[in-house]
């Protein structure tokens, strides 16, 4: 049941209501993008560094217990931020706060890292690396999906698929680019490289709050404006579905990272040759970042639920496909198909995590969304380690 509500107050409306947009603010979606592809870079070169790191001050016998810590801290800190994050947007009209500590505490706990490593602590004070990674994985996760959340502000809803295409064409072609990216990081080495981090972090993040302020409602509103009106959304938020299509892109981006290389690469090797097993995923990544746009534009025409339905499903039949087949040329047929179906999920399941949440627990439920994300990728790591 859904009532018509006319806010008289303005701090009552600065309270209850976030302005719908009803053109693509790209001003901020273009912040938010940035901001996406500098979380993006710095998980790349957690990554990369994070072996090294362990490896170079003898924590190598922790490995098991910060990956086991790494899952536990990425699924359980967005669900916190989330519910951080709906308070802030009813005591304070808005949801940055919670955005610009997290993203400052990421920026400093770079710096952090960045000043360990130029200062090559002593016996004593290298235990403080294994808390800083803590942090800094706790850091980048609490501002995330607060963030991404801010997406339903800057889109009107019939188009929040082709903006989450924006945000996919950014991820999968600096994904696909990992390699080259991986070349800048170590050409910089670490110290640079966390430095580099916290300052990209810290600008991206600040323009977003910078371009997102003026979306808000005001404490100082137009006497000769109409009364604002919005309808009260009392619909259950449907947390489990919403943690399903997390588990759902989660799914195919572990499969996609942590057994196509090796599977692909070994199917595919008498059919396009000795090929570097990352090539593979990379050509998987570009055609997934191509098709966005368009996939895009067929979630829109078929409608979110659908669209989420039908990806997911031919995701599930390629990827045991690729992974039981043997015949070289369907392999790489099912691997085609994956990128589509894996663009059309990316799309799509999102702003329907969006669509299928209450009003009041907008942010939460993104939260709920990149846990469920968050989850295969966290077994898969522990288990590569038993």
Same mark, same amino acid.
């Given at each position: 049941?859904?009532?018509?509500?006319?806010?008289?107050?303005?701090?009552?409306?600065?309270?209850? !209501?976030?302005?719908?947009?009803?053109?693509?603010?790209?001003?901020?979606? =273009?912040? !938010?993008?940035?901001?996406?592809?500098?979380?993006?870079?710095?998980?790349?070169?957690?990554?990369?560094?994070?072996?090294?790191?362990?490896?170079?001050?003898?924590?190598?016998?922790?490995?098991?217990?910060?990956?086991?810590?790494? *899952?536990?801290? !990425?699924?359980?800190?967005?669900?916190?931020? *989330?519910?951080?994050?709906?308070?802030?947007?009813?005591?304070?009209?808005?949801?940055?706060?919670?955005?610009?500590?997290?993203? @400052?505490?990421?920026?400093?706990?770079?710096?952090?890292?960045?000043?360990?490593?130029?200062?090559?602590? *002593?016996?004593?004070?290298?235990?403080?690396?294994?808390?800083?990674?803590?942090?800094?994985?706790?850091?980048?996760?609490?501002?995330?999906?607060?963030?991404?959340?801010?997406?339903?502000?800057?889109?009107?809803?019939?188009? +929040?698929?082709?903006?989450?295409? =924006?945000?996919?064409?950014?991820?999968? +072609? +600096?994904?696909?680019?990992?390699?080259?990216?991986?070349?800048?990081?170590?050409?910089?080495?670490? @110290?640079?490289?966390?430095?580099?981090?916290?300052?990209?972090?810290?600008?991206?993040?600040?323009?977003?709050?910078?371009?997102?302020?003026?979306?808000?409602?005001?404490?100082?509103?137009?006497?000769?404006?109409?009364?604002?009106?919005?309808?009260?959304?009392?619909?259950?938020?449907?947390?489990?579905?919403?943690?399903?299509?997390?588990?759902?892109? *989660? !799914? @195919?981006?572990?499969?996609?990272?942590?057994?196509?290389?090796?599977?692909?690469?070994?199917?595919?090797?008498?059919?396009?040759?000795?090929?570097?097993?990352?090539?593979?995923?990379?050509?998987?990544?570009?055609?997934?970042?191509?098709?966005?746009?368009?996939?895009?534009?067929?979630?829109?025409?078929?409608?979110? #639920?659908?669209?989420?339905?039908? @990806?997911?499903?031919?995701?599930?039949?390629?990827?045991?496909?690729?992974?039981?087949?043997?015949?070289?040329?369907?392999?790489?047929?099912?691997?085609?198909?994956?990128?589509?179906?894996?663009?059309?999920?990316?799309?799509?399941?999102?702003?329907?995590?969006?669509?299928?949440?209450? #009003?009041?627990?907008?942010?939460?439920?993104?939260?709920?969304?990149?846990?469920?994300?968050?989850?295969?990728?966290?077994?898969?790591?522990?288990?590569?380690?038993?």
């Amino acid at each position: 049941m859904e009532t018509t509500i006319k806010i008289e107050n303005a701090m009552e409306a600065q309270e209850m !209501l976030e302005r719908k947009p009803v053109v693509i603010e790209w001003k901020q979606l =273009i912040s !938010l993008t940035s901001l996406y592809a500098s979380v993006i870079i710095g998980w790349i070169a957690y990554y990369r560094y994070q072996p090294k790191l362990l490896v170079e001050f003898k924590f190598t016998d922790f490995t098991f217990l910060l990956a086991l810590a790494q *899952g536990i801290i !990425l699924v359980v800190t967005p669900l916190i931020a *989330g519910r951080l994050g709906d308070r802030y947007r009813f005591k304070n009209g808005h949801r940055l706060p919670i955005i610009s500590t997290g993203i @400052s505490f990421a920026a400093m706990i770079f710096m952090a890292v960045a000043f360990t490593l130029i200062s090559n602590p *002593g016996e004593v004070f290298r235990w403080v690396l294994p808390i800083l990674i803590v942090l800094w994985l706790i850091a980048m996760s609490i501002f995330t999906s607060p963030a991404l959340s801010t997406m339903e502000l800057f889109t009107p809803v019939e188009k +929040l698929p082709m903006a989450m295409a =924006i945000l996919t064409i950014v991820a999968n +072609l +600096l994904y696909a680019l990992e390699p080259v990216i991986v070349d800048i990081i170590d050409y910089l080495g670490a @110290s640079l490289t966390f430095v580099t981090g916290g300052v990209v972090v810290f600008v991206s993040g600040y323009a977003l709050k910078k371009n997102s302020m003026g979306l808000f409602m005001q404490t100082k509103v137009d006497a000769k404006q109409p009364m604002a009106t919005f309808k009260l959304d009392t619909k259950k938020s449907e947390y489990g579905f919403i943690f399903f299509m997390g588990i759902a892109v *989660g !799914l @195919s981006t572990a499969v996609l990272f942590n057994v196509f290389p090796e599977v692909l690469g070994n199917k595919l090797s008498s059919f396009i040759g000795d090929t570097n097993r990352n090539i593979l995923v990379a050509g998987i990544l570009i055609v997934s970042a191509l098709v966005s746009w368009p996939a895009s534009r067929l979630v829109n025409k078929y409608g979110l #639920y659908r669209s989420f339905w039908s @990806s997911f499903v031919v995701a599930i039949v390629t990827m045991v496909s690729i992974l039981f087949l043997e015949i070289p040329e369907v392999v790489f047929f099912m691997a085609f198909i994956f990128a589509i179906a894996f663009a059309a999920l990316s799309v799509s399941s999102l702003p329907l995590s969006i669509r299928k949440s209450n #009003y009041y627990e907008k942010v939460f439920c993104v939260g709920i969304f990149f846990s469920g994300s968050a989850l295969p990728d966290a077994i898969m790591d522990i288990i590569k380690l038993l």
